[in-house]
């Protein structure tokens, strides 16, 4: 009985002993492989993302463990690695050189974040990130534009966050200038233009015609003007109608909204419905 203890016991802890020799530290990883600063890419060159702007774009995303990050253009995984590390995300980056997506996979293993976080070898352009909660990215002008009909296609309320380069015409919601560069967040939008009837019991109708762009919207209320901006599927509008000011706010689902209408000092609740 006690040898077969003593057995266990031997066998429990070579097991111990070969798990830990399994486990990769960073040096590891940087022993296997290391990636040179400006190397080439698909269609980038490789630039490390500092840590202080890491953790910036994060927060301006407002990361949080219910998250879902997708890194388009992981390199060496380390903005994937944070969310999941420091935020409690679920993460993947995406990287399109093979020899760097194993780096970062090794990476990921070595800082023991791999049940949430993983990098994957793809290209962006074709690799489906619709379930994002939160996209991060370090391209060029060009790619970004490229991606842009992409990212708008994405759940309202995903939000974006770019490192250095812009989204041309599509305004950021927010920027931050920092010592390390520059970052900028973008909220996508739900898609509201059209046509729009209002209706609220007890109260008048009304009809309502939506031009979109990106988040800011004009239109017309009758032959009244209107202006407005979006926030993922919040909304509101302003406008005047008989000599008073009108403001609506509220949320859109598809082709519905519900908005609280605001005029010469009342409020009331109404529905829009999309024609």
Not at 126 to 142: I, Q
Request: contains cysteine; negative net charge.
């Amino acid at each position: 009985m006690h040898v077969r203890r003593r057995l266990a016991a031997a066998v429990a802890l070579l097991a111990g002993l070969a798990s830990l020799a399994d486990g990769k530290t960073r040096a590891d990883c940087e022993r296997e492989y290391t990636p040179q600063r400006g190397q080439e890419g698909k269609d980038v060159i490789w630039v490390p993302t500092e840590d202080p702007m890491v953790v910036r774009m994060l927060e301006m995303a407002e990361v949080t463990a219910a998250d879902k990050v997708y890194d388009l253009g992981a390199g060496d995984g380390k903005i994937a690695i944070a969310a999941g590390k420091r935020f409690g995300a679920t993460a993947i980056g995406i990287e399109y050189d093979a020899d760097l997506a194993r780096h970062a996979q090794c990476l990921v293993e070595a800082e023991g974040v791999d049940e949430r976080v993983r990098i994957v070898q793809g290209d962006i352009f074709e690799a489906d990130f619709s379930d994002a909660t939160v996209v991060t990215l370090y391209l060029l002008p060009a790619l970004n534009l490229r991606l842009r009909p992409t990212l708008l296609d994405l759940r309202p309320g995903t939000r974006v966050v770019s490192y250095s380069f812009t989204m041309g015409d599509w305004e950021p919601d927010d920027h931050a200038d920092t010592d390390h560069g520059s970052a900028y967040l973008w909220i996508v939008p739900a898609k509201v233009g059209g046509r729009w009837t209002f209706r609220s019991e007890g109260e008048e109708d009304f009809a309502v015609t939506l031009v979109q762009a990106f988040h800011r919207l004009t239109g017309s209320v009758g032959d009244d003007v209107l202006t407005g901006r979006l926030s993922g599927t919040s909304i509101e509008l302003e406008f005047e109608r008989g000599g008073e000011a009108a403001r609506v706010a509220g949320a859109v689902d598809g082709d519905r909204m519900s908005v609280t209408v605001t005029r010469g000092g009342r409020s009331a609740s109404y529905t829009g419905t999309r024609e």
